[in-house]
Structure formats: structure tokens, C-alpha cells
């Protein structure tokens, strides 16, 4: 017991476990809830699903943190792929060294705290290249996925976002201004596990940025609770119908005739 109960701490402060109402520190995976019925202190959509870096002297404020990018990159002009790509093997998080400052080519102090990207770009990079930047969070499972809805403001990126991914799936072939509470399935937000990507396409190979500056919960219902359902009654078997009329005969129960 001891040594589970010192597990269970170490996890705790790792930030591998959670405790309901905590804020999830990076990396991670934020759980969001209707505010409705968010508990105190827990994660929000506005606290949490931006690029904003609060201070780089505090990492576990860092939303920059909780991005990843998608590793290899893809060189080649972008086609508007439906779908992120299969080819994409890993996805590796964000940290504060990812994006220095270098007013050379224009990244002042105000963007590198406000962005997720490469400068100087990592090996390997080439012109004509698209990197695919995701965010993954939970959605509580009190949260109607089906009219759940994200806006996003703010969006920039060097070059252009070209493609916004809901779970894998290309909803837009810009930067959505909302995303979920759509028609269809595949255009929705699920209960537990979910993902947002862009895809971010550079024209040359020195810089790779992407700003999201806000959003917020365009629309989050409640599901409904069920009534308790109510028990039935456990029906008889003839055979056991004919046994509770044996026993009841035995005693006397069934049968007797009243006296005159």
C-alpha cells in the first residue's frame, strides 16, 4: 500500500494523473467541460487551447507545451490532403527552445511568445514544406459531442495555414473559424479523446510558425441524464408457477372450501 501510495504522488506531480477540477499541466491533454458544470479550477477552453507561452520562466504555464508537431514533415507543394497524413510516424511536444528570437527575419519578442514553430527550422527542412501542428484534448463525457462547437480567432502562420483537421479529417482548406456541431459524424466532436491540426505550409525553408490567439466554446450542451430506469418484475415459468401452486395447495392456501 505504501508503495502504491508513492506511485500514486509521483504520477500526481508528473502530471500523468489528474485529479477531477486540476488543471492539466503540459504536455498533456486538457479535459474540457461545458461551464456549466465545470469544476473549480479545471481546464478551459479559453485558458488552455491557445499558443500563448505566459512567461518563459514558468513552463507549467506554457501553452506552447501542449502543441506537438507531426514528424517526418512533408516536402512538396500541398495537394489539400482529406485526411492528415498516414505518413506522419510520430508526433513529438513543443518545448521553449523550439522558437528563438531572431528580429533578423522578423520574429520579435511579442511572436515568440506567442507562437509554435521552428526558427531556425530544424534539419533536414526544405522549401515547399508542410508541417502538421496538432492540439489534443478530452471532452467530458457530460458534453453533448454532437453540438459541440470551437471557435478559433487569431490564426496566423508563416507561410498560410493551409488545412484545418478535425480528428484527421479536413474540415476546412484554410483556418476554420469554427470547428464541430456539424451534419455529420466525421464533422463533429467525440466524447473523450479528440484532435485539432493544421497543416502550416512554408514556401522556404527557414521559418515555421503558427499562432492561435483565442478560442472559446461556441456552443457546449449538456446531455441529458435518463431517468432511472425502473426494475421489472421477474416473470414465472410454468414450471415454477406450477410449483408455487403445489406448495400453496400443501398449506392449505389454495383449495379450501369455506364451511357453511
Known amino acids: 500500500m505504501k508503495r502504491t501510495c508513492i506511485w500514486l504522488g509521483a504520477a500526481l506531480a508528473a502530471g500523468v494523473i489528474t485529479p477531477a477540477g486540476a488543471v492539466t499541466a503540459p504536455p498533456g491533454s486538457p479535459t474540457f467541460y461545458c461551464d ?78 506567442s507562437a509554435v514553430g521552428f526558427q531556425p527550422q530544424l534539419p533536414g527542412a526544405t522549401d515547399n514544406m508542410v508541417r502538421y501542428f496538432r492540439y489534443r484534448f478530452n471532452l467530458a463525457s457530460t458534453v453533448d459531442p454532437s453540438t459541440y462547437q470551437l471557435s478559433l480567432s487569431g490564426m496566423t502562420a508563416d507561410d498560410a495555414i493551409v488545412g484545418t483537421y478535425l480528428n484527421g479529417v479536413r474540415v476546412d482548406s484554410g483556418a476554420a473559424s469554427a470547428v464541430g456541431g456539424g451534419a455529420t459524424a466525421e464533422l463533429q466532436w467525440r466524447s473523450g479523446a479528440n484532435e485539432l491540426a493544421f497543416a502550416i505550409y512554408d514556401s522556404t525553408a527557414t521559418a515555421t510558425h503558427f499562432t492561435l490567439g483565442a478560442a472559446t466554446q461556441a456552443a457546449c450542451n449538456l446531455l441529458a441524464v435518463p431517468p432511472a430506469a425502473a426494475k421489472p418484475v421477474p416473470g414465472l415459468t410454468p414450471a415454477a408457477l406450477g ?18
Do not use: C, M
Open 243 to 260: 410449483l408455487l401452486v403445489a406448495v400453496l395447495t400443501g398449506f392449505g392456501l389454495i383449495g379450501r372450501r369455506r364451511k357453511s
Open 36 to 113: 456549466a458544470n465545470r469544476p473549480a479550477e479545471a481546464d478551459t477552453v479559453e485558458g488552455q487551447l491557445n499558443t500563448l507561452r505566459l512567461t518563459p520562466t514558468t513552463p507549467t504555464l506554457d501553452n506552447q507545451g501542449r502543441w506537438e508537431y507531426g514528424t517526418p514533415f512533408s516536402s512538396g507543394t500541398y495537394t489539400g490532403e482529406a485526411n492528415v497524413p498516414a505518413s506522419i510516424t510520430d508526433w513529438v511536444y513543443f518545448d521553449l527552445d523550439d522558437l528563438n528570437d531572431d528580429p533578423v527575419i522578423g520574429v520579435t519578442p511579442e511572436t515568440a511568445v
